[in-house]
Antibody, heavy 115, light 107 residues
Framework: EVQLVESGGGLVQPGRSLKLSCAASGFTFSDYNMAWVRQAPKKGLEWVATISYDGSSTYYRDSVKGRFTISRDNAKSTLYLQMDSLRSEDTATYYC????????WGQGVMVTVSS | DIQMTQSPSSLSASLGDRVTITCRASQDIGNYLSWFQQKPGKSPRLMIYGATNLEDGVPSRFSGSRSGSDYSLTISSLESEDTAIYYCLQYDKYPLTFGSGTKLEIK
């Protein structure tokens, strides 16, 4: 059974950093591109970033470029999102999802950016 | 960026009704379109991929179609469990973009 389990969320002050993790199981992690998608409270879904199966290519939405870094450790079957210089508008539930079609999603982790 | 214009934003229908939700792509995305169902407090669930392919385990009353740059999700006979917000996603070009969502309620 495919499982994606996010962790690392919480309350953080504006300008600070946070690192999210997504532990994958039930499939060969190193075969798949992976993505982060977020959803602000009571709002729609918003793609954040994607990393290729081998980590050689990364893609970001403009609003997080230069502040967020997506990475992966295929030996640990884990996806990461390093979030620096956080802003209030980054407040959201963050989901990891498998490949572009997003066939599997984690349960999500809440990130609140507030002073 | 590719804009996905989703309509309607909300929809109220009766049990047994046929319901259609549409996304229009601002550029060619081929068939690189997914549909998701999201219930309150839950993660999105993939319903349709490749514009027309039903994901495993999704009831057959759900279907996807394409006409030019218009992509549609149809529920052939609405059931109470279909109450949710539905989103489309284009995954052809970066940045990936979602539609704004359709809130489907039972009348």
């Amino acid at each position: 059974e495919v499982q994606l389990v996010e962790s690392g969320g919480g309350l953080v002050q504006p300008g600070r950093s946070l690192k999210l993790s997504c532990a994958a199981s039930g499939f060969t992690f190193s075969d798949y591109n992976m993505a982060w998608v977020r959803q602000a409270p009571k709002k729609g879904l918003e793609w954040v970033a994607t990393i290729s199966y081998d980590g050689s290519s990364t893609y970001y939405r403009d609003s997080v470029k230069g502040r967020f870094t997506i990475s992966r450790d295929n030996a640990k079957s884990t996806l990461y999102l390093q979030m620096d210089s956080l802003r209030s508008e980054d407040t959201a539930t963050y989901y990891c999802a498998r490949r572009g079609v997003a066939d599997y999603w984690g349960q999500g982790v809440m990130v609140t950016v507030s002073s | 960026d590719i804009q996905m214009t989703q309509s309607p934003s909300s929809l109220s229908a009766s049990l047994g009704d046929r319901v259609t939700i549409t996304c229009r792509a601002s550029q060619d995305i081929g068939n690189y379109l997914s549909w998701f169902q999201q219930k309150p407090g839950k993660s999105p669930r993939l319903m349709i991929y490749g514009a027309t392919n039903l994901e495993d385990g999704v009831p057959s009353r759900f279907s996807g179609s394409r006409s030019g740059s218009d992509y549609s999700l149809t529920i052939s006979s609405l059931e109470s469990e279909d109450t949710a917000i539905y989103y489309c996603l284009q995954y052809d070009k970066y940045p990936l973009t979602f539609g704004s969502g359709t809130k489907l309620e039972i009348k």
